[in-house]
């Protein structure tokens, strides 16, 4: 790794993060190392496109390379993901919940409207 | 199919929510508008809604309070900005902090929109600068953290 020239904070990983191309690399790597030709098969993109996603990520140490015989290998670094995940889960569980909730409260309203009249509040 | 709320940020100040339901959008908006529904979603599994009240109208003020299950309370108010029943709501937003001035609101535009039967609600959450947007998100970590803290409690004490 090259020396931390510049301190990536869990707001600028972040901000590698929400970027959807970038988004998507990860999604594929989610599911092992690959070699940037798959990633750019993957995506459609460009290899010079790819390979700047690529950069932004490493980075912010959200995914590491490594060279075997000619390919470059790439690969999520959970560790350096897991505090952006902890900082976004938060507020988006609380909304999972609120709507797993929402939904019974609608197939109340529902039940209701189907069977007006009946009244068992 | 997916029941779990996707969240995005748009950008720097943004924090955007999407989600579908099955039932017609007027009935999500009914739940959303009126207060004996809201306290029975709007705190989640985090706590029991001690206050919701929603004055329907532009200019109109909003409060929801819970106490959440460590016993604190979390409470937000606001106001209408903009109504168009069934479809669209615009409100401001802010976080009531026990002894620190209320800074600028933040503006949630609340979207409705129905496609066979379906709704799909969007919520899109401005907030006026980028520290506001990352507190926001960090508040619900921090509720999310007071859960398991009270897990733990609950564990100590059991192993006394």
């Known amino acids: 790794m ?19 191309r970038r988004r998507q690399i990860l999604d ?10 798959e990633l750019v098969e993957a995506l459609g993109l460009a ?43 938060g507020f988006e569980r609380t909304w999972t919940e609120r709507f797993g909730l929402l939904d019974g409260v609608l197939e109340d309203l529902e039940r209701q ?3 007006a009249g009946g009244d068992d509040g | 199919m997916t ?46 809604m001690t206050v919701a009240e929603i004055d329907l109208r532009v200019g109109g003020r909003w ?23 069934d479809e669209r709501l615009v409100h401001t937003e802010v976080f009531e902090m026990p002894g620190a001035p209320e800074g600028e609101p933040a503006i949630n535009e609340v979207t409705f929109s129905e496609a066979d039967g379906r709704t799909t609600l969007s919520l899109l959450v401005r907030t006026p600068n980028r520290q506001v947007r990352d507190a926001i998100i960090d508040s619900g970590m921090e509720v999310g953290m007071q859960e398991q803290m009270d897990l733990l409690e609950e564990l100590a004490r059991s192993l006394r």
């Open chain 1, 28 to 37: 594929v790597l989610a599911g092992g190392e690959r070699p940037v030709s």
């Open chain 2, 3 to 48: 029941d779990k709320a996707t969240m995005t940020l748009p950008s720097d100040t943004e924090i955007l929510i999407t989600r579908e339901f099955d039932a017609p959008r007027r009935l999500v908006y009914r739940a959303w508008t009126t207060p004996e529904l809201v306290r029975r979603w709007w705190s989640g599994h985090r706590g029991e």
């Open chain 1, 47 to 89: 290899q010079p496109q790819v390979s700047k996603h690529l950069r932004v990520l490493r980075e912010v140490g959200a995914v590491e390379v490594r060279d075997e015989g000619r390919r470059r290998l790439y690969r999520l670094n959970g560790e350096a993901l897991k505090p952006i995940h902890d900082w976004v889960s």
């Open chain 1, 113 to 115: 409207e189907r069977g």
């Open chain 1, 2 to 20: 090259s020396a931390m020239a510049r301190a990536a904070t869990t707001t600028d990983a972040f901000n590698a993060v929400a970027e959807p």
């Open chain 2, 63 to 85: 409060r929801y309070v819970m106490v959440a299950n460590g016993g604190f309370e979390v409470a937000f108010h606001g106001e209408y900005r903009e109504i168009v029943p």
